[in-house]
């Protein structure tokens, strides 16, 4: 899953060699955490937050097929 995180982050900004995955264990959760850099921080949220809320829907669906729940955390 956290290679799906990478893949999608890289694809939606200009700088994909600054995108950056790191993975928390919490209970049956997965935290993703992806750091990008400051110019592409708005391409990854989108407008209204509508480009990291399909982002979370997919991980959410990838997750769930592997029998987990997975949050997507946009450092900052």
Request: proline share 1%; aromatic share 6%; glycine share 6%.
């Amino acid at each position: 899953m956290r290679e799906f995180v990478e893949y999608i982050a890289k694809e939606l900004v200009d700088e994909p060699d600054a995108v950056e995955v790191t993975e928390e264990q919490k209970n049956d959760k997965v935290v993703y955490i992806l750091k990008v850099a400051e110019i592409d921080v708005g391409k990854i949220i989108g407008k209204k937050g509508r480009t990291a809320s399909a982002f979370r829907v997919l991980l959410s669906a990838v997750a769930a097929k592997h029998g987990k729940r997975g949050i997507l955390e946009v450092a900052d």
